[in-house]
């Protein structure tokens, strides 16, 4: 019983010595960041429409990226007819933000390629038209929140 106890114990050792440590980053750990603003182009209800923002992260060993971002519609999107039963145009106002994660390949030629998501929630709702850039616009309606993944 104890020959089996020995034998068992010394296949523990040499296994665990022939194992290396797992890690998700190798050698020396090298971080920077960045921000800055963000200009989209975008289609909403078959209308072309401008969203600016900004985006900022931490970046790990020139390759994955943990950060942030929002954006907002800053053009003039019209709602469809009747979407409310409101006499007059109504335009819609949408934006969003959230936890942006990039994974960035061969991140030391001079072109390369990145993966990115975004994940987080956004709002949207609708307001009269009042059709001067100098007056606010009311907001008509409930707000509906949404979930984002970009």
Known sequence: MYYLALIIMLFTFAADATTQEQTLFKGDIETSGFGG?????????????????????????????????????ISEVDAPKGVLPLEGSLDIEFGY????????????????FSIYALIGGGATNFVKDVGHVTESNEQVGETDFVFVLE
């Open 37 to 73: 603003p963000v200009v989209k182009f975008t289609s909403i209800y078959d209308q072309g429409a401008v969203m600016v923002g900004g985006r900022g992260g931490w970046i790990i060993n020139h390759s994955l990226v943990l950060g942030g971002g929002g954006y907002g519609v």
């Open 97 to 112: 933000g959230g936890f942006e994660i990039e994974h960035i390949i061969n991140p030391d030629n001079l072109t390369h």
